[in-house]
Structures are given as C-alpha cells and as structure tokens.
C-alpha cells in the first residue's frame, strides 16, 4: 500500500497524470515521486488538483492525491480536511481509510513537542535524505501540535482515530505486503501509545470525535463538524448525542430534512438532559419544512420536560402565527418574553401577530419596546413601518422605512420591502421615489399585474388612498 498514486489502480493513475500533465511535462516528464520532492513542482500539482476538486468535488481520487501532496508542504490541516472528504467518499474502500489514518499519524508527532533528543535524531536522518534527495517529508512536533490546535483535536483522539482507520483498513480485506505495512504501523503506534495497546474503544473514540465536531460547529465550520459526526455515528450508531449533534450542526446549515431523521434516532437511543433540546430542535426542522401540526407536537414536548424554555415557547409561537391561530401565538409569545425579557425575536414575532390580529396600537408598543432595547434591528424597523402605516401615521412609517434601509442597505433589494415602502411613498405622492421602490419589486416578479399598475398609477401622479390599501 504504498502512499499515493502508485495504490491506484490504473484508471485513476490515468486520471491524476492527465491533470498534472503540465507540470510534468514543464519539468521532463518525471514521475509523481519525483514531483513530491520538487517544492515548485509539488506546489503547481496542488494548484491543479485544487481546481479539480473545484469542479468536481466529489473526486474522491484528487482528494486522495491532495491529502498525500499537503504533506510534504507542511499543509497539515490541509491534509486531514483533504483525507477526511475522501474517506467520506469512499468510507468502505481500504485506501480511503489508509490515506486518513496516514495524514492523522503526522499529527501524532505532536507527541515529541519538547523531546529533543528525538527531533535531533529525526532532524539529522532527514537532513541525510535531503542531500540525496534534495526533498525529505518534514517532521516538525510543534508544526503537528498547531495542526492539532487548529483542527480542534487532542493527541489522543488523532491517536485513537488513526488507529481506529488502520483497523478499518486491515478488516476491509488488505492482503499481502499491504496488510504487512499496516500491521507495522499499528505496532509502531502502539509502542508510542502504549495506553492503548489494550485496544481502542469505539465509543470513547466516537465521543472525542463529537467533542471535536461540537468544536468546529462553534467556530462556525459546519461542514467540518458534519463530517466529525457523521464518522461518530458510523463508529458507534447507538451514540445518541452523536445524532443530536449531526442534526443540529445540519439544521443551522439549512439542510431540515436531513436533520430530521438525525434528531428522531437521537431521541429513540435517548438523551437524558438533552431530551427537551432535541424535542425543541426537531419542532424548529419540522416547522422550517411546512410540517406544522408535527412541529406543534415536539415543541410541546419540549415544553412538557422544562416548562421555563423560552425558546420552546418562541418556537411553539411562531408555529401557531404559521397556522393563523394568533391568539395562540400571542399568548405564547408574551411567555416566552417573560422567561427571557431581552428576547428581540420573540417580541418581533408578537408584535406581527397582534398586527395581524388587528391590535395595532398594542403591536406598534411592542415593536417599540424592542426597539428601546435593540435599536440597530433593521427587521423591527422595517415591521413598525409597516404597523405605523396600517395605523395611518405615514410619516412616522416613512420615517422608519428609511431607517430600515439605513441600517440595512441590502433590504433596498428585497422586494416585500421595496412593496411596503413603495406603497407608504405612493400614498404620501413622493410618486419618483414610488416608481423607484415598485421596480426593484418588478426586477424579481416582472409579470406582476398588480405592480405594474401601481407604477401606472404613480407615472400619472395618481395618490393612493389610504383604504386602497389597508
């Protein structure tokens, strides 16, 4: 199992060498070995796969290829990221597994950060190769521990994981001097990890990987985090906290209906504490898919097992405002707001639904009181707009439109907003200003009849009435 392209089967050494084929011809024609000790060479390579990959990015042969080559240019997170995607390719093919466990062992170096006995016996046998070779792979502990750092990983689980992949290699059915490679490996992993030669357990080892998710997903890198518990569930598919996690990490993504069955399973293993929380998560996935009456159902449930979770009580809310049960959502929102007071969203979401039942001076309070609070809110702003106007103070509403607007330029293309003030500017005959709003309106929905008559309307400076509109 050599690392790299020689453990390619012949269609995909085809595929490598036809994308790197300008490098090797710029530089004779020289093989892929050479090309990892040439640093130019070696970098132009990865230009090339990078863009690959770009456009192809489930290629899981130009991942492969790109963890092998990161290495040599000390690229170490770069590496994992690089064998991790190809592993959650091809999770069943030996050499997914191998090329992972390879780019995880070089951040177990870090083991040797401060042992300088052994970084100078490593250093002098490189510098060796280097005069032969003019390349040698660098071994750099600290370089190993800042990849570690970074990628949000312990010695331990790097060692843990890495032996765990090559397991996973040898179980897949490598034979001859592959299977010898593998087996040296591990036996040199156990005797710089000598805690673990007892065997690694699957299900510490699935915890650390969603401790390292939980820690990605905290520094906003989803995918990453996905990835991490995704590997936690296929180590040890009992681990509910892994699901909960995975669906929670898919939900901030936007990805609802793949979270769903994540907070289900979840919930059927058990959760203990976080019950509530996966009930109140599955409630927000259901809801953002249209399944409203289900999504009634887990906030319930949320709220059952902690009645003081202010965040249920929004989220069951903003369900019942869904569904035009506005009493409902009223009542809901004016709990939620007492167990959390400084809740803008919950406040935002009772004033619209008193707006929609008509309360108008009660919902332009309760904007305003949110407003006091968080005064920077374009969406607040923009809602009191529209509740000023209903109400008939237009200059207030134009008021807070532009406010809006100033806060939040962007909203100047969003065009429920555009409507809202093109409709007060008509109204108040700042018909140029009108005109303006109503096309970028007609710049998303250009068949729209009733716009077009709007802008007829304003190009004959013809004012709307209020009760043309409300």
Not at 351 to 376: F, H, W
Not at 387 to 414: C, K, M, S
């Amino acid at each position: 199992m050599g690392k790299g392209i020689n453990y390619f089967g012949f269609r995909e050494r085809y595929r490598i060498n036809r994308i790197i084929r300008p490098v090797r011809d710029k530089h004779g024609s020289v093989g892929y070995d050479h090309l990892r000790r040439d640093r130019a060479a070696l970098a132009e390579c990865v230009s090339l796969l990078q863009a690959a990959v770009e456009a192809k990015p489930d290629d899981w042969v130009c991942w492969y290829a790109l963890g092998d080559l990161y290495q040599p240019l000390g690229e170490l997170v770069k590496s994992v990221r690089a064998g991790e995607k190809c592993y959650e390719l091809r999770p069943r093919d030996p050499r997914s597994a191998y090329a992972l466990a390879s780019n995880l062992r070089t951040l177990t170096h870090a083991k040797y950060v401060g042992q300088q006995s052994y970084i100078e016996a490593r250093t002098e046998m490189h510098e060796q190769l280097a005069a032969i070779q003019d390349y040698a792979e660098s071994f750099n502990p600290d370089r190993s521990q800042e990849a570690l750092d970074e990628l949000g990983m312990t010695l331990d689980l790097a060692a843990e994981w890495c032996l765990v992949l090559f397991q996973r290699v040898l179980a897949l059915g490598v034979r001859g001097e592959d299977k010898k490679h593998v087996e040296e490996t591990l036996d040199a992993l156990y005797t710089e990890f000598p805690r673990l030669r007892e065997g690694v357990c699957l299900t510490r080892c699935a915890t650390n990987l969603v401790a390292r998710g939980k820690a990605l997903a905290a520094r906003g890198l989803l995918d990453d985090a996905i990835r991490q518990f995704a590997e936690a569930v296929r180590l040890n598919s009992a681990l509910g906290e892994a699901h909960f996690n995975w669906g929670g990490a898919l939900l901030v993504s936007r990805r609802e209906s793949e979270a769903i069955p994540r907070f289900r399973e979840a919930l059927r293993l058990g959760l203990g504490s976080q019950e509530a929380d996966a009930h109140f998560s599955l409630g927000s996935a259901l809801r953002f898919e249209g399944q409203l009456d289900d999504a009634t159902v887990e906030f319930n449930k949320a709220i059952g097992l902690r009645p003081d979770f202010a965040e249920a009580h929004w989220g069951l809310a903003e369900t019942y405002n869904d569904q035009g049960r506005l009493y409902l959502a009223i009542a809901e929102y004016r709990v939620s707001i007492r167990l959390e007071p400084h809740s803008s969203g919950a406040r935002l979401g009772l004033g619209t639904a008193l707006r929609r039942k008509g309360l108008l001076e009660e919902a332009i309070e309760c904007y305003r009181d949110a407003l006091r609070r968080d005064p920077v809110h374009p969406l607040l702003h923009n809602c009191l707009a529209v509740a000023l106007h209903q109400y008939g103070h237009l200059d207030d509403a134009i008021a807070e439109f532009r406010e809006t607007l100033r806060l939040a330029p962007e909203y100047a293309e969003v065009p429920q907003v555009c409507g809202s003030f093109g409709l007060a500017l008509h109204e108040k005959g700042l018909f140029d200003e009108a005109i303006r709003a109503y096309e970028k309106v007609l710049r998303e929905a250009p068949d729209d009849a009733e716009v077009r008559r709007l802008v007829a309307l304003a190009t004959q400076g013809t004012p709307l009435q209020h009760d043309d509109i409300w």
